[in-house]
């Protein structure tokens, strides 16, 4: 076997975090990706000072900070336009340490791949595990090129992993949450708006600014699984969301249909026994998919990854920090599944109780949510912000590296 070998399956954030982090320790890295090129879906992505503070140790938190627009500033409204709750992007840098930040996925994606050396992202490269391997035994991986062995495999592979299934057949897999999002990317609306997310009944908008002066939409609302509108999808924002306030209709009105994502959304309501087995670490989705109502599934696939390579520690010719005590796999995954699965079981728990209060339909339960959450709000800024407690004030378990 080759010692420092380790096999990344998915080149989606997580996999692609956890590949820079091993490089770094000394690891040679194949990151394997099915897809045939790493183009990732046209939608922002809101990266709390959790997820940040997980770049900072792999060097690349400045330049996501300095391609990304701050967020904070703005608040919830009803779809009339009455302002339920207001934040502020200062409020929530002194809560957390720092800002919450949004950027288009492919500049992160490009910020990520951009510091692993050429050749160690493969496209079109579906990858299925052969063996977890164990102490003793490498893991094996088999690839359209032929089988690897590896010293690590680190499990990336979204929500649908075959990896998880293979590890643990007797798990439930993905449930469906009852409700299906759509994300677009468009100019900005030519008259002003104020960052928002506006809650309805069963359905909710947001608009946040990126950086390049476009806006990220998204919009989450409940319907059954796997459907599709009759004509199109921005018909049917125009159907659920063509009343609400600005800037809700003009987006809509500039949006080309066919740049319109839809997604149903599903996640791991039942908690994994644990996120590793033999030499296989499962990280992100495919370890812990989450509802998207705290924008917590990339962060969290952040944070695993800097985890991991934590836990394994440097290969042991790692240039920077010398000889290191030999990786054996039982103790180093088992210390990752430690630290990391009640973590993100309170968090996917978390995620589907806001997912549930933002998606009330029943007309006295909406009234009532407003008017909680007006009311809390009056006594101070920090009702949404409070949400974050414990989730974006994380801290990794390494000092921060110099930025790239
Ligand atoms: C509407 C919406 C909004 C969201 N907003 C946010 C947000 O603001 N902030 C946030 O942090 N999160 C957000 N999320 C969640 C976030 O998108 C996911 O949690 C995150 O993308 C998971 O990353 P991942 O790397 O684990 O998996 P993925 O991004 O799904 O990547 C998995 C990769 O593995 C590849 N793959 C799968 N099988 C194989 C195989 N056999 N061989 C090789 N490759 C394979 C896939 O092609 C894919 O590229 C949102 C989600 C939704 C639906």
């Known amino acids: 076997m080759e010692q420092h070998r380790a096999v990344v399956v998915g080149a989606g954030v997580g996999g692609l975090t956890a590949a820079v982090a091993l490089h770094l320790g000394g690891w040679q890295v194949t990151v394997l990706e099915r897809a045939a090129d790493l183009a990732p879906v046209g939608a922002g992505i809101g990266l709390a000072p959790n997820a940040q503070r997980a770049l900072d140790v792999i060097g690349l938190g400045d330049r996501v900070r300095d391609l990304a627009a701050w967020q904070g500033d703005g608040g919830m409204r009803a779809p009339g336009g009455r302002w339920l709750a207001r934040t502020d992007a200062q409020a929530a840098a002194a809560r957390f340490g720092g800002p919450l930040v949004l950027l288009h996925r492919a500049t992160l994606v490009d910020i990520l791949t951009s510091a692993l050396p050429d050749g160690a992202v493969r496209t079109g490269a579906a990858a299925t595990l052969v063996d977890p391997g164990d102490d003793h035994r490498p893991a094996r991986v088999a690839t359209p090129d032929g089988e690897i062995e590896a010293a690590l495999v680190v499990a990336a592979d979204g929500i649908r992993s075959a990896t998880r299934g293979a590890l643990f057949p007797g798990h439930p897999g993905p449930r469906y949450a009852g409700c299906t999002t759509w994300r677009v990317v468009v100019p900005a609306p030519e008259r002003p708006f104020a960052p928002h997310e506006t809650w309805g009944a069963g359905r909710l908008w947001g608009t946040q600014p990126l950086k390049d002066g476009r806006i990220y939409a998204y919009a989450m609302a409940a319907a059954p699984a796997g459907g599709r509108a009759p004509d199109d999808e921005r018909a049917e924002l125009l159907r ?123 007309r006295p339960a909406v009234a009532l949510r407003a008017t909680l959450v007006s009311a809390v709000s009056r006594f101070g800024p920090g009702l949404v912000l409070r949400g974050f407690d414990g989730i974006a004030d994380w801290r990794p378990p390494v000092a921060p590296a110099r930025s790239a």
């Open 240 to 362: 659920l969301f063509g009343d609400w306030h600005h800037p809700v209709p003009e987006i809509l009105a500039a949006v080309d249909p066919a740049q319109v994502l839809r997604h149903d959304v599903h996640h791991l309501t039942d908690p994994l026994p644990a996120f590793h087995q033999g030499r296989v670490a499962l990280l992100g989705d495919a370890a812990h998919a989450m509802m998207p109502s705290l924008g917590q599934g990339g962060n969290q696939a952040i944070e695993d990854a800097v985890v991991l390579a934590h836990h394994v520690g440097p290969a042991a010719d790692a240039p920077l920090t010398g000889p290191a005590p030999g990786f054996v796999p039982s103790r180093a995954l088992a210390a990752y599944t430690a630290d990391r699965l009640p973590r993100t079981t309170a968090i996917v728990r978390k995620a589907a109780r806001t997912g549930a209060v933002t998606l009330l339909a029943a």
